[in-house]
């Protein structure tokens, strides 16, 4: 079971890649939707299935050729995601799998984020804590043996990668609001304004970030459009970008004591951001694993990845199963 194909298509980036042994890319393809959905602020979810449809094919033909090999089995996300976006993915998976007779296995697209520091030169081994932040999520999670998950914090309400992408929606910046925000950021002060951080005084490790999001609202409404300079918005950004990242960073540290575990492995679209890089790796003083920033976002081989470990843990799966979209972690 040495080579695997992995499809993600949850949501608007149609991922397709061939990974060996669960650890070493061969092909890696990506077709991302942003300069479609930029236009409309945000993702529309039906021009999000349509694209996946018209990119996967080629996608997959684009990987095989470039890898020169028969997959031995293929991993496809089934969920949480789009609905329409994960059946292309799913249901391209199951035809694909049938006509080669090779098996198929089901991926939660979390768990995918979670192996792509499976990807790194140097992997983590079990057990870890694992902070998962990308735009549908917010989470602290012990990872003691592979494919078990606890979760010890979640959000309560936004994401942190949603509220990037609200606040850049606020100030007028273009989707998708992460790094829009952290380029703003870039020429900004950090400590122009002292935005509130949810939950951040409580002991436990839930998140909130629809407070921070409806803050940054009513300050930008303070100041009309037109008297809004570039320099006040990258004062803004570094503000919100400060809070926003300080909160993760203090829960992580919370929760590093409340497990005493020994390894962190950072996943999902917001491990992307550099400020959180920076700290966590110079503040933490156990092992942190960053996903190379190529695996940061959506794709197709954190899905090939997380598939060969399963297999290899000796999951199956036939074709009864179907797309998610709100699929929990340890269905
Ligand atoms: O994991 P991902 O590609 O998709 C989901 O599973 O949601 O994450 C996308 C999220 C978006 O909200 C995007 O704004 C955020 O990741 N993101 C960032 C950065 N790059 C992407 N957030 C903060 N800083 C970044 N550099
Ligand atoms: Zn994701």
Redesign the pocket.
């Known amino acids: 079971m040495n080579y695997v194909l992995g499809i993600e298509t949850?949501?608007d980036?149609t991922g397709a890649a061939i990974v060996k042994e669960g650890r070493k890319v061969i092909s890696n393809y990506l077709s991302s939707q942003v300069p479609i959905h930029g236009t409309f602020g945000g993702v529309v979810p039906e021009i999000a299935s349509r694209q996946h449809l018209i990119h996967i094919t080629r996608m997959v033909n684009r990987v095989l050729k470039e890898a020169d090999c028969e997959p031995d089995a293929i991993a496809v996300t089934q969920g949480p995601g789009l609905m329409g976006s994960l059946l292309v993915g799913v249901n391209f998976a199951k035809a694909f799998a049938w006509s080669k007779k090779i098996p198929i296995i089901p991926i939660h697209?979390i768990e995918g984020?979670i192996f792509s520091s499976m990807l790194l030169e140097k992997s983590p081994d079990f057990p870890f804590l694992s902070l998962v932040v990308?735009?549908?999520?917010t989470m602290l999670i012990e990872c003691k043996v592979p494919h078990h998950y606890t979760i010890i914090g979640n959000t309560r309400d936004d994401a942190v990668?949603?509220c990037?992408?609200k606040v850049a929606r606020i100030l007028g910046l273009p989707y998708?609001?992460?790094?829009s925000?952290?380029k703003s950021a870039d020429n900004g002060n950090p400590r122009y304004y002292s935005f509130p951080q949810g939950l951040a005084n409580s002991n436990s490790l839930e998140f909130s970030y629809s407070g921070l999001k409806t803050a940054v609202l009513y300050k930008v409404r303070e100041v009309p459009e037109n008297e809004r300079s570039t320099q006040w918005v990258s004062d803004i950004s570094a503000s919100f970008q400060w809070s926003a990242i300080d909160v993760l960073v203090t829960k992580t540290k919370m929760a590093i004591k409340k497990t005493g575990m020994k390894r962190l492995v950072v996943a999902?679209?917001?491990s992307?951001?550099?400020l959180l890089r920076k700290r966590l790796t110079e503040e933490l003083d156990i092992d942190v694993f960053l996903p190379d920033f190529k695996y940061?976002?959506?794709n197709g081989a954190m899905i090939a990845s997380a598939g060969y470990y399963r297999l290899m843990n000796g999951y199956s799966a036939d074709f009864t199963f179907t797309a998610n979209p709100s699929i929990s972690l340890n269905e």
């Open positions: 949850s949501c980036e697209h984020h990308s735009g549908g999520h990668g949603e990037f992408d998708p609001g992460g790094p925000i952290q999902g679209g917001v992307a951001n550099a940061c976002l959506d």
